[in-house]
């Protein structure tokens, strides 16, 4: 059985069987070092640098533990960090059911995130109400922020794009002008010139005594930046259909935001599955560039970490940006793996 | 006597510089079934597409059922309840169940109950003969079999007037009968009927007229046995003489 899968797969010939080792030999060379860095050599245990000083060691994980809760929260308040995880219990807790089909009551989770929850997190961070101290948005921080500006972003940029891009191909021409205009606009500048924009020129336009927060200024630029770029995946999609379509359902009688809602959209958007996702994953990577303003994600609160003279150690960068790189990296999978998951069964109407 | 479902008065349709049609003059009666033929891109299909606005006329008038086209958006959406399309690439939605095709616009149109909207497209979808592939997708289907969901799927709307556009042409030849069939039923119901195809045997059996157009324009227009046996164009005994 085994081997007769092997021969027929990875030595069917005699350049196959040699890719085959190359790549076997490849494998083993880059595991065998990530192992032996990351478990054999690494350090497990300790209270300051001295433990990851000895000669030749991997991994210093004594530092992710003293430092993970400022990887989470950033400076957040300890006392008042239960907030932050009610918020996570209570996105966790209605994301899964959401995302599982054929779920009772799904649609009420669904509603539960889109409406009331955003409210919650942003009473719940920034306290000032109901007795919670005010935390200002300065000592957010950490995966905390990452999230809220990656999260932000995605379930903004989906609706705006999908209004941008159907915009874009209105009759009317003022309206058309406009969505042109402005996706050209947000795609032609680069995300930090937006953020810079954002965090250091708004201010100067607002009207004396007019202060926004600098975090909301971050979200709106990022959500603005990426319903441009959504907008397009959305149009390539709906050009995709045949004009068939919106034909038979404006014979029908339906309305044009009818047509749109059940016909148009429902086949585009199923259509273009995976650039979206793939812009929702580059959204959640292009987070890490607020650390130019002065805002700590994940990746800027590790960095800052760095400077500690208490853990200060050659493999104290190492091991703080693989802790970063994994951590994204799980969530990226995590929304690959999902729209894969999606697309499949999406895709059981039978076309062929 | 009632007023003619169908008028239209010196309509003329422009493609940009292209002048499409040119000045077409006809009257439709309620329950009468009209055939269309013609050569390719001689503005059939233009012409029954302006008459539920899928295309916009720029001279002329074009009155359904009493009600003018013009721009007046509600006149358009009140015009196209009442008339039913049927294309030559069936345009079901690929995305919904034959049932849910059926049931879409008397729902979210005529606000129908869904229970309601359901009996309906069943009955429609037993006239048709495909009552057991309710719960099937369009692309689970023959041609044949498609093109009768969308016959039922117009048919759900209670249309005054239907419009077929070369139902049969996009088909295999073994299913251009079953269709056809589902079409002379609905004629023998009393259906009034605008049908552009090229299916004489059909244009015999039950036409009450037939319009032979040319370039825009109707060459001839008489009933089928004077139009098929007699005819007076010279166009029309060329375009005759070329399919039959
Ligand atoms: N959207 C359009 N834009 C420009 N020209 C068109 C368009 N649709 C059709 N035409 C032209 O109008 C003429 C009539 O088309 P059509 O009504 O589809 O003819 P038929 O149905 O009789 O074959 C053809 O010459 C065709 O090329
Ligand atoms: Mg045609």
Redesign the interface.
């Known amino acids: 059985m085994m081997l007769n899968w092997m021969r027929a797969n990875l030595f069917s010939s005699w350049g196959n069987s040699l890719l085959t080792l190359i790549s076997l030999w490849l494998v083993w060379v880059i595991g065998s070092g990530i192992v032996e860095w990351a478990l054999i050599d690494a350090i497990f245990t300790g209270d300051n640098r001295e433990a990851c000083l000895v000669p030749g060691a991997g991994a210093c994980w004594p530092y992710v533990g003293a430092k993970w809760n400022q990887f989470i929260y950033g400076r957040y308040p300890l006392e008042s960090q239960w907030r932050v995880d009610l918020i996570f219990a209570m996105g966790a807790g209605a994301l899964i059911p959401s995302m599982i089909e054929g779920m009772r009551g799904r649609r009420w989770f669904v509603l539960f995130l889109l409406l009331p929850f955003p409210v919650i997190t942003y009473v719940l961070l920034t306290g000032g109400m109901f007795g919670l101290a005010e935390i200002s948005s300065d000592l957010w921080g950490g995966l905390v922020v990452t999230l809220i500006v990656a999260v932000t972003g995605i379930v903004a940029s989906l609706p705006l794009g999908i209004l941008l891009a159907l915009g874009r191909q209105s009759d009317l021409p003022l309206i058309k002008a406009i969505c042109v205009v402005f996706i050209e606009f947000w795609r032609g500048v680069p995300l930090i010139t937006v953020l810079f924009m954002a965090s250091v020129m708004l201010p100067l336009f607002l009207p004396d005594g007019v202060v926004i927060d600098k975090l909301l200024r971050c979200l709106i630029g990022v959500a603005l930046f990426s319903s441009a770029y959504m907008a397009e995946v959305v149009r390539g999609g709906l050009q995709a259909l045949p004009k068939g379509q919106t034909e038979g359902a404006q014979a029908l009688g339906l309305s044009y935001w009818q047509s749109m809602r059940l016909i148009i959209l429902p086949q585009a958007l199923r259509l273009v599955i995976p650039g979206i996702v793939n812009t929702f994953i580059g959204l959640f990577k292009d987070t890490t560039l607020v650390l130019i303003i002065g805002l700590f994600d994940l990746l800027g609160i590790i960095q800052l970490t760095f400077t500690d003279a208490g853990w200060s150690t050659p493999q104290t960068h190492n091991t703080g940006y693989v802790v970063a790189a994994f951590i994204f990296w799980i969530f990226c999978f995590a929304m690959s793996r999902y729209s894969q998951r999606m697309e499949k069964r999406l895709d059981v109407t039978g076309e062929r | 006597m009632t007023t003619p479902m169908v008028q239209i008065k010196n309509m003329h349709k422009y493609y940009g510089d292209f002048h499409v049609l040119r000045g077409i003059d006809l009257d439709v009666a309620q329950g009468e079934r009209i055939v269309i033929c013609g050569p390719s891109g001689s503005g059939k299909s233009t012409l029954i597409r302006c008459l539920?606005r899928?295309e916009v006329h720029q001279k002329g008038d074009i009155t359904v059922d009493g009600i003018t086209l013009n721009d007046d958006v509600k006149n358009i959406?009140e015009v196209?309840?009442e008339?039913?399309?049927v294309?030559q690439?069936?345009?079901?939605?690929?995305?919904l169940t034959i049932l849910e095709n059926c049931t879409?616009?008397p729902i979210?149109?005529r606000h129908m109950p869904k229970k309601d909207a359901e009996e309906r497209a069943m009955e429609y979808l037993t006239r048709v003969r495909i009552p057991d592939q309710a719960h099937?997708?369009?692309?689970?289907l023959s041609g044949g079999q498609q093109q009768r969901v969308a016959i039922a799927?117009?048919l759900c709307?209670m249309p005054k007037l239907m419009l077929f556009d070369e139902p049969t042409s996009a088909l295999d030849p073994e299913m251009i009968k079953e269709v056809l069939e589902v079409m002379v039923e609905l004629a023998e119901d009393g259906m009034t009927m605008l049908c552009v195809t090229h299916e004489m045997g059909f244009a015999r059996q039950v036409a009450d007229r037939v319009i032979f157009m040319d370039e825009g324009e109707i060459v001839e227009m008489a009933p089928p046995v004077e139009f098929f046996d007699n005819p007076r164009s010279e166009r029309t005994k060329a375009f005759l003489g070329q399919i039959m």
């Open positions: 539920n899928l959406d196209r309840r008339v039913g399309m294309f690439h069936f345009n079901l939605f690929p995305h879409l616009a979210f149109v099937k997708y369009p692309g689970e799927r117009a709307m």
